[in-house]
């Protein structure tokens, strides 16, 4: 595996690698990229500090995977086309305006700014054989490979997994699809919304008598990004034992099917229909879900006896608790109609926050029903720093919703805005792919890099 050295004035020195195990590197064979200024020190502590990652993907799904990378040290390599970028960067507003005078346009997408930090971006054509050729040398010294093109959409430039193995057989190489790169559908397009569909979620989400609903965010998207980025780093784990690297071949149809989780389970096992969607409740515990209130809604949790006894002597109706049609929690579900109504009955005569004091310490699972604004100027938001800010090259200073996992020792971190288009393809094939200023220019004014 590679590992990393961080010196006094900030330099990451990769060593040279043989089949994923560390053999020490001739200074003619050690290339240095220059970290982040701020923390240089706490970048070593990250674990996945001296990991290279090239990451081939756009949109959400990839991206959202590299990011998970990048916030835990993986020094992340963004290729992307170089006039139009990723998809995402076109995807407002709104968009972040731009401070820097040099820069024309609206400014940087709030899309693209969710799922990129931690990155560097290399403006790249590999449509032009050098640009292929500058690809090849980038995987040859990368670790992982993430990449989400059509099956067999790369093999034409030598960049299949087949292919790279064979000049790097410790890569690590990762293929996000809609379908998989197997079965009747793995040629299909997916964006998250038609797996959504086509994969049980948008069935069961929706009020209970209303049409089937996506997703507020693109969830599909999201969970695939997570399981792919837990994949890549048991890939890495497995490579300290064996040398070797592998494909990871991860479809946003079979991301969706697994995160049925318990609904599936319940579909295979009763071998029934599902009961369709509930809204904000729940199939089989009651009372669970969202309640009116004077001024919004209040969702109360009543998982067991115990916290519906809590619900009815808060709501100032202790004797629901033992009345027998709602005594236990299968009746209470054969009885949801009767016992939801009266319960809102009680709800909607104060306000939101008033149920909120009210319920403070009961020990009962309660929430307020936020905005996404409401949210981000949460106070356990706040507490826990979910919000950061930083200073972007282009746009100056902007807030960014922060990595969400604490560690004891290391100290994941916004250590990197989302880049500008191409803002490190200079230091990249400089220090990367040991091009010279003149040929560097030379590409340029050919436009294989920008």
């Not at 115990?306 to 929690?329: H, M, Q, S, W």
């Not at 919000?387 to 100056?396: N, R, S």
Request: proline content about 6%.
């Amino acid at each position: 595996m590679a590992t990393s050295r961080v010196r006094p004035w900030g330099l990451v020195c990769r060593t040279a690698r043989t089949n994923g195990f560390v053999k020490p590197a001739s200074s003619s064979r050690r290339r240095c990229l220059a970290t982040a200024a701020p923390g240089a020190a706490d970048v070593a502590t990250l674990p996945l500090a001296g990991i290279r990652v090239l990451d081939m993907t756009r949109v959400l799904a990839g991206p959202y995977c590299t990011q998970i990378l990048g916030d835990l040290g993986a020094e992340i390599i963004k290729i992307e086309h170089p006039t139009r970028g990723d998809d995402t960067r076109a995807w407002g507003p709104p968009y972040a305006k731009y401070t820097d005078s040099s820069k024309s346009g609206p400014g940087e997408s709030a899309y693209f700014l969710s799922v990129n930090r931690n990155k560097k971006s290399l403006g790249l054509s590999f449509a032009h054989p050098a640009g292929v050729d500058i690809l090849h040398k980038l995987a040859k010294d990368c670790d992982v490979l993430v990449e989400n093109y059509l099956p067999g959409a790369l093999k034409k430039y030598g960049m299949d997994y087949e292919t790279l193995s064979k000049v790097n057989p410790s890569l690590i190489y990762a293929s996000i699809t809609g379908y998989g790169q197997t079965g009747p559908y793995s040629n299909r397009a997916g964006y998250d919304v038609m797996v959504e569909a086509e994969m049980g979620l948008m069935h069961i989400t929706g009020s209970r008598d209303g049409p089937p609903v996506k997703v507020g965010v693109a969830v599909t998207d999201l969970t695939t990004g997570l399981y792919t980025s837990n994949a890549i780093m048991a890939a890495l784990l497995g490579r300290v034992r064996t040398g070797k690297g592998q494909q990871i071949d991860v479809a946003l149809s079979d991301c969706q099917v697994a995160t049925l989780a318990n609904i599936a389970s319940s579909a295979l096992i009763s071998g029934q229909k599902d009961s369709g969607r509930w809204g904000t409740a729940h199939p089989s515990i009651v009372p669970y879900r969202a309640f009116k209130t004077a001024d919004g809604d209040i969702l109360l949790g009543g998982g067991n006896d115990r916290l519906y006894g809590i619900i009815c002597e808060k709501l100032g109706k202790p004797e629901l608790a033992k009345d027998e049609r709602f005594v236990t929690n299968a009746v209470r579900v054969k009885n949801r109609d009767e016992l939801e109504r009266l319960l809102e009955g009680e709800t909607v005569k104060k306000t939101t926050k008033e149920w909120l004091d009210e319920f403070e310490g009961s020990g009962m699972p309660y929430a307020a029903i936020n905005d996404i604004q409401g949210t981000l100027s949460h106070e356990h938001v706040l507490a826990r720093d979910m919000v950061t800010e930083v200073e972007h090259p282009a746009c100056g200073p902007m807030k960014l919703v922060n990595t969400p996992v604490k560690y004891s020792f290391s100290k994941p971190s916004v250590r990197m805005p989302p880049p500008t288009l191409g803002q490190h393809t200079e230091e990249i094939l400089k220090d990367v792919v040991g091009m010279s200023g003149a040929d560097i220019e030379s590409l340029k004014s050919e436009g294989v890099v920008a």
